[in-house]
C-alpha cells in the first residue's frame, strides 16, 4: 500500500533527466517496490547493498559461454538494477537520503561492472588463448568509470537548474571540501575522500561549466532567475539523448545482445570506441554550449 502522498513523479529526480527505457520499465517497478517497503525498517542502503551482491552474481555467470547462464546472468542484473532504482526512489518517498547513500549507490554499478569485465576478459581468454583480453578488460573499464562520472554530473547540474530543491545534489568542490575535512576519522571520511575525488575530476574536465557556474554565482548568488534556468534546461535537454547512451541502458542493450550472440568482443568493442566517441562529443558541445550561455 502507498505511503499517503507517496506519488511517483516525488519518487523521481526530474522525468527530464529519466530515459526512456526507465520512464515505461525500471522506475515503475522501482517506485512499487519503494512503497511495499516504505512501512518496513528496510534502509535504501540496505537496498542498494543487496543491488551489489545481485549485480556480481550476475557478472560472475557472464564467464561461462553458457546461454542458459547468460539469461539468468542478464535477469539478475535487470534485477540489480531495478534494486538500484528502488534505492534513491525510497530514499526521497522517505526522506531518508544521505551523501553516503548516493556515493554508494554509485559504487553499486561499478561493483557490477568490475564483475562483467573480469568475467568477459576471463572467458575470452579462454576462448582465444591469449591474456591480452585483460588489458582490454582494465581499458574498458576506466573507460566506463570517464564515462560514468561526467553523465552523473551533466544530470546533476541538470537538476540544478531545475530548483534548489531538486539540486540539492549539485556541490561546488569548494563546499565538499569544506564538509570533508569537518568530518571525524572512520570509513564515512573515507568513502567522502572518493566523493571529493570524483567531483574534482569533474570540476577539472569542464572548465567553461566552472566558469559559467562562477558568473552566475556572481551575478545571482544562490537566487538564479527562473528565465535563466528555463533557458538552460531547453540547450541541456537536446544533449540527453548522447548522455543516456553512456548509461546503465544505453550499454547493457549492447552488453545483452553481444551476450545472447556470443559475440562478447563486440561489447569491449562499443565501450572503448563507441562510448568514449561519444563522450568526447557531448563534453565538446557541453562545454560550447556553456561558454556561450551567458
Known sequence: MNKPGATY???LKSIETENFIDRIFYRPIGFRVACLLLPTRITPNMVT???IFIGASAGYLFHYANII???YGILLLIFANILD???GQLARLSGNKSAIGRI???LAGDVWFTFIYVSLASRLSHQYETSWFYVVAVVSGLSHLGQ????DYYKTLHLYFIS???GSEFQSIEQIRKRHKSMKPGLNKVFYLLYRIYTLIQVKATPSLQRMLASLHRRYGGDIPQEIRTAFRKESCRLMTPINLMTFNGRTIILFIALLTGFVWVYFLYEIIFLNIILTYTMKKHERMCANFL
Request: proline share 0%; charged share 25%; with cysteine.
Open 9 to 11: 513523479e516525488a519518487s
Open 49 to 51: 547493498l543487496i543491488s
Open 69 to 71: 547462464y547468460n539469461v
Open 85 to 87: 532504482c528502488t534505492d
Open 104 to 106: 554508494l549507490d554509485g
Open 148 to 151: 560514468a562520472n561526467i553523465t
Open 164 to 166: 534548489r530543491e531538486k
